[in-house]
């Protein structure tokens, strides 16, 4: 079982629709992530989050937006989606080092939601 | 700029075999280093880490990983592999200097033979 849970697992949606993916984690870590992983390819940074603060935004396209409402949750906003956009949508976690911005610690990550765009 | 490779997308060892998984990276300043094992449908699981230290750093379910920092290479290894052990494998850098980003390589396909 993974410390980090993902929900839902499964999403389809047409390209109109809107719909939020979830991620939780108890573990204290005050670090979070999503990634997007296409088959058989390296996840691939969007968003990182560090201390409920936007801290990393890697050119993602403005119809994903995500959310940190607190130090535990994680949610990524979808709206508008393109069929290129189907994928894992990974979230992960860390604890931050004070002082050294977290380097050193492993990611943590969930099982990921399974998105397809119609 | 950081960069980890990967050169073998497909690994295959019979099982009992030793087995290498081969990472080589390159970054501005001394690297932490990372493996990753993922399952088909299943996140990506921390298998050990590389700080500083011992060059040869023991990890979860038996492996093991190498830190060469002349050949700028952190190979995986089991000395006897598993046929539950085949999975998709990731090494992954972080670069102390510019550290928040976290780069993984291409990731190698092991193939453990019954």
Same mark, same amino acid.
């Given at each position: 079982?993974?410390?980090?849970? @993902?929900?839902?697992? %499964? &999403?389809?949606?047409?390209?109109?629709? =809107? #719909?939020? &993916? #979830?991620?939780?984690? %108890?573990?204290?870590?005050?670090?979070?992530?999503?990634?997007?992983? =296409? /088959? #058989? =390819?390296?996840?691939?940074?969007?968003?990182?989050?560090?201390?409920? #603060?936007?801290?990393? $935004?890697?050119?993602?396209?403005?119809?994903?937006?995500?959310?940190?409402?607190?130090?535990?949750?994680? $949610?990524?906003? &979808? %709206?508008?989606?393109?069929?290129?956009?189907? /994928?894992?949508? &990974?979230? /992960?976690?860390? @604890?931050?080092?004070?002082? @050294?911005?977290?380097?050193?610690?492993?990611?943590?990550?969930?099982?990921?939601?399974?998105?397809?765009?119609? | 700029?950081?960069? *980890?490779?990967?050169?073998?997308?497909?690994?295959? *060892?019979?099982?009992?075999?030793?087995?290498?998984?081969?990472?080589?990276?390159? *970054?501005?300043?001394?690297?932490?280093?990372?493996?990753?094992?993922?399952?088909?449908?299943?996140?990506?699981?921390?298998?050990?880490?590389?700080?500083?230290?011992?060059?040869?750093? +023991?990890?979860?379910?038996?492996?093991?990983?190498?830190?060469? +920092?002349?050949?700028?290479?952190?190979?995986? +290894?089991?000395?006897?592999?598993? *046929?539950?052990? !085949?999975?998709?494998?990731?090494?992954?850098?972080?670069?102390?200097?510019?550290?928040?980003?976290?780069?993984?390589?291409?990731?190698?396909?092991? !193939?453990?033979?019954?």
């Amino acid at each position: 079982d993974t410390e980090v849970t @993902q929900t839902p697992k %499964h &999403l389809v949606m047409g390209m109109t629709n =809107k #719909k939020s &993916l #979830k991620c939780e984690q %108890h573990m204290g870590h005050r670090a979070m992530y999503w990634y997007k992983q =296409k /088959a #058989k =390819k390296p996840p691939e940074l969007m968003f990182v989050y560090s201390y409920e #603060k936007l801290s990393i $935004n890697e050119s993602v396209p403005s119809r994903f937006s995500p959310e940190c409402p607190n130090s535990s949750l994680l $949610n990524l906003h &979808l %709206h508008a989606l393109q069929p290129e956009d189907s /994928a894992l949508y &990974l979230c /992960a976690s860390s @604890q931050v080092t004070p002082g @050294q911005g977290g380097n050193m610690q492993p990611q943590h990550f969930g099982d990921g939601t399974r998105l397809s765009i119609l | 700029a950081q960069s *980890v490779a990967q050169p073998e997308d497909q690994v295959n *060892v019979a099982e009992g075999n030793p087995l290498t998984v081969k990472c080589t990276y390159s *970054v501005s300043g001394n690297p932490y280093l990372f493996w990753y094992v993922q399952y088909p449908n299943r996140g990506l699981q921390f298998l050990l880490k590389y700080i500083t230290g011992d060059n040869l750093v +023991k990890g979860s379910y038996g492996f093991e990983a190498e830190f060469n +920092k002349s050949q700028t290479s952190f190979h995986l +290894k089991k000395p006897s592999a598993l *046929v539950s052990d !085949s999975a998709l494998y990731f090494c992954a850098v972080r670069d102390m200097v510019y550290g928040q980003n976290f780069v993984f390589g291409p990731g190698t396909r092991l !193939s453990v033979l019954p």
